[in-house]
């Protein structure tokens, strides 16, 4: 589990509290946590804070600048985003499924609303 944007609300959690072998199951880095606090110890290189999405309401995850997420993942392989954008654009890749690639004036389409949502237990 690897360079992955993971924003909670209240009453929810990153995984389930009633398994006890998630830490058995799941490894990774450079993962962004937010809503919820720290992320699991048991994931390295954790960054624990507001990812500032463009317009998480809309489901446009794209990154603002200035968002932590950005230059803080590690090389997943992929040569491009979401979007077909090249990785890495700066320093480093950027976590989650769009790479920064600086400020612009022109609004990406905003991604398919019927992302996937995988609950583990």
Same mark, same amino acid.
């Given at each position: 589990m690897d360079n992955n944007l993971i924003s909670l609300l209240a009453g929810e959690h990153y995984f389930n509290p009633n398994s006890h072998t998630v830490a058995t199951h799941? $490894? *990774? $880095? $450079?993962?962004? +946590? +937010? *809503?919820?606090?720290? *992320?699991?110890?048991?994931? $390295? *290189?954790?960054?624990?804070?507001?990812?500032k999405f463009v317009n998480a309401g809309a489901h446009n995850f794209r990154l603002l600048a200035g968002s932590p997420a950005i230059d803080a993942g590690s090389s997943t392989g992929l040569a491009t985003d979401f979007d077909g954008v090249p990785r890495p654009q700066g320093a480093a890749y950027d976590i989650g499924a769009f790479e920064f690639a600086g400020a612009s004036t022109t609004q990406q389409p905003n991604p398919p609303t019927n992302l996937r949502v995988v609950t583990v237990k």
């Open positions: 799941f $490894s *990774g $880095s $450079s993962n962004l +946590f +937010f *809503g919820l606090g720290a *992320g699991p110890s048991f994931l $390295s *290189g954790n960054v624990n804070a507001d990812p």
